[in-house]
């Protein structure tokens, strides 16, 4: 179980310290729990407090009862905190092989680097030995950082926006990943969406703006109401 | 051989053992080894140090090995390999020099190779060079390669060298015909107080000629690379030169990529780029488990993979 105490993160700005995360409390062991709201609210720095990328100016987080406020990233990922991109990065030279190996801590064989790929749509023996780099779309690097979550199966993964930069047909192939992930995960999801379908997902739905969590709930609780009109303009940010 | 030797042989030409096919050992200067075959000959020179390696013309899928090694510290070895590639030719060349010294003094190998590339032949050339030791003398590598290659002629030359050559000035010249292709990627690293510089200049003097020259190089702790280039279209052609480095701790590295269009015909591209490793990739491997150093490793065996 991850668990944030009164969690608050500042950042330097042009007038001095702005505080982007606010006293959050959250509680998470649900099998699939989904952030969501306007951008710029917060989620995202959430999702890198959690991984250990920034470090909290205030307040605790804890996984499975341990604290790991201090906790460097190499630190908790060696827990069991998995963290996927929203905009993954490329390698010179890198494999998708090296990376599903590097991802499973254990050099794996191509048949079982293979399954991975496959889980996630890919034809394996076309990718294997692709380089990660500019070679690859959008998509297809989505879906790769989707099959290094798959190959650590951490008690925690989350995925930061993974509709984020992908066209339509992928996306169609994501909803049907994640949706096969909810029935084999072993640990917990954390994903950060503005999508109706992957929220639908979703056993609980947070909503983050301003740096707090303003609703908190089932989907059935929370979801009514969010994709109207009103709400949208305040979940895509225009308000 | 000794183990040191075997140990050289390894790092230098991936071999275990005496390699089949033609191949000549050098060793601390004289010659440790040699066999002909049908196709391929190789003579000593009678006015220099050095061989002539003669590939008859239609030779096919050949291999020829050229280790240097140098196992004696104060050593300076100065030597001139001519390759004659007959016409419709396809073969591949594995040369290398590994040095290890021991002692307090110099050790030197500075090899001057020409390649004559015969019409319409396909040669494959890679090139290793290594360094080790526990002595203090420099271990140096100052190697020269000339390239001539004729009316549809195609060489690819593969360099490298990764570990242990204290000073290197490494200079490429190329002159090609028509429909001639050069395609050269090199790969090095420095560390320590190393130097490194490789210098290029490639003529397309042939109509439909083409060279792509891509260097890719990591620079630790205080060592410094430069890199130059210089691509002249004389015809109607196609030439690209790109250098990409990451540099680290105290290190430099300057590119001086240079492009001449003599030709209004010719298409020339230059690209350089040079950084630290970015920090995402560094935070995408450490999200994996890995500590900051193994991940800096990863990158930069991927890098110059």
């Not at chain 1, 250990?52 to 205030?58: A, F, H, K, Q």
């Not at chain 1, 494999?95 to 293979?114: F, N, Q, R, Y």
């Not at chain 1, 926006?161 to 992908?166: D, K, L, V």
């Not at chain 1, 999508?195 to 947070?206: F, G, K, P, S, T």
Request: net charge negative; proline share 2%; hydrophobic share 40%.
């Amino acid at each position: 179980m991850l668990e944030l105490r009164d969690v608050s993160f500042r950042a330097d700005s042009e007038n001095g310290q702005k505080e982007i995360i606010s006293h959050v409390n959250l509680k998470i062991d649900e099998r699939f729990v989904a952030f969501t709201g306007p951008n710029g609210g917060g989620k995202s720095t959430l999702a890198r407090l959690i991984a250990g990328i920034y470090l909290p100016s205030e307040g605790k987080i804890l996984l499975d009862g341990q604290d790991i406020t201090d906790k460097s990233i190499t630190e908790r990922a060696r827990l069991g905190i998995s963290y996927a991109f929203q905009q993954p990065v490329r390698f010179k030279g890198l494999t998708v092989h090296d990376l599903i190996s590097l991802a499973k801590g254990k050099t794996l064989t191509p048949a079982e680097a293979c399954t991975y790929l496959s889980e996630v749509g890919l034809c394996a023996r076309d990718y294997i030995n692709r380089e990660v780099n500019a070679s690859l779309s959008g998509g297809e690097l989505k879906r790769i950082e989707i099959a290094m979550a798959l190959a650590r199966s951490t008690a925690l993964t989350v995925f930061d926006e993974p509709e984020a930069g992908i066209d339509l047909w992928s996306f169609g192939n994501l909803i049907t990943v994640f949706e096969k992930m909810y029935r084999k995960i072993n640990g917990s999801i954390l994903i950060i969406s503005h999508q109706e379908r992957i929220l639908n997902i979703a056993d609980r739905v947070i909503v983050i703006a301003d740096g707090k969590v303003t609703r908190d709930g089932t989907k059935e609780e929370v979801l009514p109401g969010l994709f109207t009109a009103k709400t949208c303009s305040v979940l895509s940010g225009d308000r | 051989m000794d183990g040191i030797q075997k140990n050289l042989l390894k790092e230098i030409a991936g071999l275990e053992e005496i390699p089949e096919g033609a191949y000549n050992i050098r060793e601390n200067g004289k010659s440790a080894g040699r066999r002909t075959t049908a196709n391929i000959d190789i003579v000593t020179k009678t006015d220099k140090p050095g061989i002539d390696i003669l590939i008859k013309p239609g030779t096919k899928n050949e291999r020829v090995d050229l280790p240097v090694l140098l196992t004696e510290t104060g050593l300076s070895d100065l030597v001139y390999n001519d390759f004659y590639i007959g016409e419709d030719a396809d073969v591949l060349i594995v040369a290398g020099c590994g040095i290890h010294n021991a002692g307090g003094l110099k050790s030197e190998h500075d090899g001057i190779h020409a390649f004559h590339i015969g019409k319409n032949a396909r040669l494959k050339y890679v090139e290793k060079h290594y360094g080790e030791g526990e002595g203090t003398g420099e271990r140096i590598m100052n190697p020269t390669t000339v390239v001539e290659i004729d009316e549809g002629g195609y060489m690819e030359m593969e360099t490298a060298q990764i570990r242990g050559v204290d000073s290197t000035y490494r200079t490429t010249r190329a002159k090609l015909a028509d429909r001639a292709t050069l395609i050269v990627h090199e790969k090095i690293m420095t560390h320590g107080k190393q130097t490194a510089t490789t210098d290029f200049e490639v003529d397309l003097n042939g109509k439909d000629s083409g060279a792509h020259v891509v260097s890719r190089s990591v620079a630790k702790d205080e060592s410094h690379q430069l890199f130059l280039s210089n691509i002249n279209g004389n015809n109607a052609c196609n030439g690209h030169t790109e250098c990409d480095a990451i540099v680290m701790d105290d290190a430099s590295v300057s590119a001086v990529p240079k492009i001449n269009a003599n030709n209004v015909d010719a298409a020339l591209i230059h690209e350089a780029a040079i950084g630290k490793i970015a920090g995402e990739l560094l935070i995408k491997l450490m999200t994996l488990g890995l500590s900051e150093k193994e991940a800096e490793e990863q990158i930069v065996n991927g890098f110059l993979r």
